[in-house]
């Protein structure tokens, strides 16, 4: 599967922006997908995951990012409010060719190429 990410851009703490992530293919429902991002001289980390069992988080951004899928359009989102400096960085959805939950960058086959989202303080 191909993802194509979108939505990045500069916000000021405690706005929102809302990535998109489209995927091709005709089986984006048979997929968990995610979201991880990195910083600069940060290793990527995991952000937020949908799957068949439910939407995961992590600590740092649960309660303000919110995950969704529209398997009719094969595009997963990530609605993300109350944005903090520490959230800047570049954004990256994935897919794994499995219905099971995952925070695992190493279980993701598929990558899309990044979208840069900074937060000013």
């Known amino acids: 599967v191909q993802l194509q990410a979108s939505g990045g851009g500069l916000v000021q703490a405690g706005g929102s922006l809302r990535l998109s992530c489209a995927a091709s293919?005709?089986?984006?429902?048979?997929?968990?997908m995610g979201w991880f991002r990195q910083a600069p001289g940060k290793e990527r980390e995991f952000v937020a995951a949908?799957?068949?069992?439910?939407?995961y988080y992590a600590d740092s951004v649960k309660g303000r990012f919110t995950i969704s899928r529209d398997n009719a359009k094969a595009t997963v989102y990530l609605q993300m409010n109350s944005l903090k400096p520490e959230d800047t960085a570049v954004y990256y959805c994935?897919?794994?060719?499995?219905?099971?939950?995952?925070?695992?960058?190493?279980?993701?086959?598929?990558w899309g190429q990044g979208t840069q989202v900074t937060v000013s303080s």
């Open positions: 994935a897919a794994r060719t499995s219905t099971w939950y995952s925070n695992r960058s190493t279980d993701f086959s598929s």
């Open positions: 293919g005709r089986t984006f429902s048979s997929y968990a």
């Open positions: 949908i799957s068949w069992s439910g939407t």
